[in-house]
């Protein structure tokens, strides 16, 4: 099995995580987004869409959207609960993070720090950080009440969640404001075989 990613992409980094607490056996091709190498030709033919992560696996099959590959990979493990309902629970959250968290939370993120803040879009960053607030108060919210974000256990959905969320502070999100989700960002830090965006 091959994973195209980015290590500094949130969505890519799910994947790397997942990976490494599942100790599923992969091989990592980086690949570069500034330098549009997922806008090549024989990248394309791999994902039409041009966009990483990509999962590709041994019998030529692709599979792309970041939370589709992990709910795929955590399959019959303990990250996916048998409730139907449950289940539910965490495509709530994946839809939340790709729809109300993530267009703000990464999105600033990326403004600052792949692209160092420029003038030109310093507008924009500052325009993102209302609707980030929000998810981090919706995310907060829940946290007080359970430990992880679909009840006690760890889910795909707090691995949805914790891509890009634990480096909201390098999109100018202040997280002292959060404890519920630092508490629940240093339970995931000390999971066994958790592995972190840098390394």
Known sequence: ????????????????LLTSLLAIEHEWINIDILAN??????????????????LELDDGRFLSESNAIINYLATDSLLIPNNSFDVAKIQQWQFFEQYSHEPFIAVARFIAKYLGLPADRKADYEAKQAGGHKALKVMEGQLQKTPYLV??????ADISLYGYTHVAH???????????????????QALPNYVSMES
Request: charged share 20%.
């Open 1 to 16: 099995m091959k994973i195209y990613a980015d290590s500094q992409s949130g969505n890519c980094y799910k994947v790397k």
């Open 37 to 54: 190498e997922t806008l090549t030709a024989s990248f394309l033919e791999k994902n039409p869409n041009g966009k990483i992560p990509l």
């Open 151 to 156: 009840g006690n256990d760890l889910t795909t």
């Open 170 to 188: 390098e999109g100018g999100f202040d997280l002292s404001e959060y404890p519920a989700i630092q508490q629940w960002i240093n339970n995931i």
